[in-house]
């Protein structure tokens, strides 16, 4: 009998879906074993391979108490294949299968569906490495690197959650995009990674809460979506994977909010009142709130176009084949089905952003955004109650969903973050008002000198309210030359 909360470590690979009694996925992963190693020396945590970092590692996928903490090397890290415990009596929750018993193996009609789906996102996770591969060096502290390189080994295992799936249900072909998902690097000419926001680079730590909080959110949104699948083996992965998610989410949002808070902070002691005074504020060593309102147009719309196009039939197929759902699926009351149901969508319509009212099915990608956006917006609240705290006369806001896009509806429009739509020679001439320009990013890049002293902090960014694991403040989270 397998035991499906408790992860079993006895085999090389932990795992709470039996692998010892499944010689024939055991030796596939087995064979991708030494590649991934291969690939996470290469492309992991680059300086600090041989350090000893504490990190949380899954030992049951109990919601509650389902990790326990401790040194590791991160080669040495135990990468696993957890899935959420099965739901007794599941039926598949949307689509034209509605009501069926879900699926314990790969509908034939729907393999190619699927396998495209696992791809993309199991591309998504190692992708992410990548990017922030060299941002241990510059760590404003030994908290935030240990939360750099917890994220980066649980996005190791979500590939690893992807690649059982496709070794399991999808044979040959499963391994072949197994190894390709090895091969293909992040921002690299020849073989880039499959979507935009993940072949842009990572350069600095505020980039890095910042991705965190916006790009592991689209993360999250897919996940959830996926979490709801008919295929019961891919909602059982994506539900554990949602839990590691929580923690990434926290990651970015606490880090740009003590980013917020430290500005704030230095501008108080220092007596200044006028948030755009940007000179001043950078004396100062901190962020500028300008500029961090800068960052979060540019990272909030690069992750906006992971959505994909508004309308969409690929959507619309993977919803009716009872693959991908929607946010909260089963806590939404309709027929499931959205045969009549219409949904707005923003069009540009005459020059400008409206909504138009379309037939539902082919809106999902909109509508998954717009979930995000409120998810989203609820976290960028957060952020300015940090800074009504400190009196700052100062608010973040998320630009309108036409500003800035690459994908869908407003690709060749040209807005303002208000939603104006404008010409392209006035847009070019303020740019740099709307995004961070090279200016901009200097001065964060010279703000990245490295702490490494159990409980300091660089000065641009504020303590964390309370250590990992209920660790004091002066905790050793990574022995970096052990
Ligand atoms: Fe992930
Ligand atoms: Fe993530």
Not at 81 to 88: M, N
Not at 296 to 305: C, I, M
Not at 347 to 364: C, F, I, M, Q
Request: charged share 25%; net charge negative; aromatic share 10%.
């Amino acid at each position: 009998m397998i035991d499906t909360i408790n992860v079993n470590y006895d085999t090389t690979i932990p795992n709470n879906v039996g692998l010892s009694e499944d010689r024939r996925i055991l030796k596939a992963l087995e064979r991708w074993h030494p590649g991934y190693l291969d690939w996470w020396q290469d492309m992991g945590p680059e300086g600090f391979q041989e350090s000893l970092v504490y990190l949380r590692t899954a030992v049951a996928v109990d919601p509650k108490g389902w990790a326990k903490f401790d040194y590791v090397r991160m080669p040495e890290y135990r990468w696993g294949i957890l899935l959420a415990p099965a739901e007794e009596g599941r039926t598949v929750p949307f689509g034209e299968h509605f009501g069926e018993p879900v699926w314990q193996e790969v509908p034939g009609e729907y393999r190619a569906m699927l396998r495209r789906l696992l791809v993309i996102q199991g591309d998504t996770e190692p992708a992410s490495v990548e990017q922030q591969r060299h941002l241990g060096k510059t760590a404003p502290s030994l908290y935030d690197m240990r939360n750099l390189f917890q994220v980066n080994v649980e996005e190791g295992r979500h590939l690893w959650a992807m690649v059982y799936l496709l070794q399991k249900y999808f044979g040959a072909d499963g391994r072949e995009e197994a190894n390709e998902l090895l091969n293909r690097r992040s921002g690299d000419v020849d073989k880039p990674r499959m979507l935009g926001a993940f072949n842009e680079a990572t350069p600095d730590w505020l980039s890095f809460f910042m991705f965190t909080f916006f790009t592991d959110r689209d993360g999250k949104l897919q996940l959830e979506a996926l979490a709801q699948s008919g295929f019961d083996p891919l909602s059982r992965t994506c539900r554990f994977m949602l839990t590691e998610e929580a923690h990434h989410m926290f990651v970015g949002e606490s880090g740009v909010g003590r980013t917020i808070q430290r500005t704030c902070e230095a501008m108080n002691e220092a007596g200044l009142a006028y948030p755009h005074d940007i000179e001043k504020v950078r004396a100062l060593g901190v962020i500028d709130l300008p500029t961090l309102q800068k960052k979060v147009n540019l990272h909030y719309t690069l992750s906006l176009d992971l959505f994909g196009s508004e309308i969409s039939t690929n959507a619309a197929n993977a919803f009716n084949a009872g693959l991908k759902g929607r946010f909260h699926e089963t806590r939404i009351d309709d027929d499931h089905r959205l045969l009549d149901a219409t949904y707005p969508v923003l069009k540009l319509v005459d020059g400008r952003p409206e909504n138009v009212d379309v037939p539902a099915l082919s809106a999902l990608n909109m509508r998954l955004r717009n979930d995000y956006a409120v998810d989203t917006g609820k976290g960028v609240e957060r952020w300015n109650k940090i800074i009504a705290r400190t009196g700052v006369d100062f608010q973040i806001r998320l630009p309108h969903a036409a500003f800035h896009r690459h994908i869908g509806e407003f690709s060749t429009a040209h807005a303002t973050p208000d939603g104006e739509i404008i010409a392209e020679a006035e847009w070019q001439a303020r740019r740099d008002d709307w995004l961070p320009s090279s200016a901009d990013a200097d001065y964060i890049d010279s703000l990245m000198t490295p702490v490494s002293e159990p409980g300091r902090f660089a000065n641009w960014i504020a303590p964390p309210k309370a250590g990992i694991d209920n660790r004091p403040g002066d905790f050793e989270y990574v022995k970096i030359d052990d």
